[in-house]
């Protein structure tokens, strides 16, 4: 009896020391490293680590040197890495309902409540086996940077520089278009390549655009998505009190992401319009036919890349 008795407890021990190992993750992000959009990932990393010490750690394994960015979404799926910091646009292969982040007219807080976020949420299970943990970056409008000047909102003979992001927008109004990574841009516009390129308002300034930028055409339109994803099967595999650490961290770093952009939205376009760049803006006709546009050709985009959930979301996401 006894010894049946220590027994048990020595596989309780041993099963409680198990459980209780400190946990490591891998995290990668999409965007250059110390750059705008790898900020606040590199800050939820390092609250994590503060917070979690004995508990859970994160190694930083960097950016677009250790992984090109379009890559990203296939490593998270396969637990090449366990967490990404990357946006919808780069994985769109594997989860092209993704690229609607871009389109939200309302804020995660409210997204969280009125179901979008769950609807999204059960797709990053099913298609990219990911649990979405937090959008970093919200309320950052994207642009169109030219050099070359326009007086209308048409593209017609320009070459531009894109993402998903910007794909169907752009040809919308006449454009050709040309997908790159980030870490192109600059030789595409250096070798006139390109005649201008999509990129929000922020982080211009990261990769010295500003040196071959003359244009910033106004308004911006829809809004940057960056967030943070875990592998579902590591995310599996975290005790609760590990995942605490992770959903504090994320919680924090979601309700920050709008006040912190508003701040810099603004920084950014002082400093463009310091740096020289100048705005394009249309009358009042023009700008309305590029905003809505832009929120035209996007969710048909979206609804024809996925019919069976490009309409729901856009209940969930549109004003
Ligand atoms: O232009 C891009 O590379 C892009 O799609 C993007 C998305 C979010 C933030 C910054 C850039």
Avoid: C
């Avoid at 930083?60 to 910091?85: I, S």
């Avoid at 201008?196 to 211009?204: A, F, L």
């Avoid at 979301?313 to 004003?319: E, N």
Wanted: charged share 25%.
């Amino acid at each position: 009896m006894i010894r049946v008795l220590a027994f048990g407890l020595a596989t309780a021990l041993a099963a409680g020391h198990a459980s209780a190992q400190e946990a490591h993750l891998r995290g990668v992000t999409a965007f250059a490293e110390k750059t705008t959009y790898s900020r606040g990932f590199e800050k939820f990393i390092e609250r994590v680590n503060a917070a979690g010490k004995g508990v859970i750690q994160i190694t930083y394994v960097g950016g677009p040197k250790a992984m090109p960015p379009f890559e990203v979404g296939n490593a998270l799926k396969n637990g090449v890495v366990d967490l990404a910091n990357a946006t919808g646009a780069f994985y769109t292969n594997l989860m092209p309902e993704a690229d609607a982040w871009k389109l939200t007219q309302k804020p995660m807080a409210e997204l969280r409540r009125n179901g979008g976020f769950d609807y999204m949420a059960k797709l990053y299970e099913q298609k990219m086996n990911a649990i979405f943990l937090a959008r970093l970056v919200d309320n950052n409008p994207f642009h169109l940077y030219l050099n070359k000047k326009i007086a209308s909102p048409d593209l017609t003979g320009l070459k531009l520089r894109i993402t998903p992001v910007y794909r169907d927008f752009f040809q919308a109004l006449g454009g050709t278009v040309v997908q790159t990574a980030p870490g192109e841009v600059y030789t595409a516009l250096e070798r006139g390549v390109v005649d201008g390129y999509g990129w929000p308002i922020t982080g211009v300034f990261d990769l010295g655009w500003n040196e071959r930028t003359k244009y910033r055409v106004d308004p911006g339109f829809y809004t940057a998505e960056v967030s943070i994803l875990i592998n579902k099967t590591a995310w599996d595999k975290l005790t609760d009190a590990q995942k605490a650490v992770l959903q504090k961290a994320a919680a924090e770093a979601e309700a920050e992401a709008v006040p912190e952009f508003t701040r810099e939205n603004a920084a950014d376009t002082e400093r463009q319009q310091k740096a020289g760049i100048e705005t394009i803006k249309f009358d009042d006709a023009g700008t309305k036919k590029y905003v809505d546009t832009a929120y035209q050709a996007g969710w048909a985009g979206v609804i024809r890349q996925s019919p069976e959930h490009g309409p729901k979301l856009r209940t969930f996401f549109s004003k």
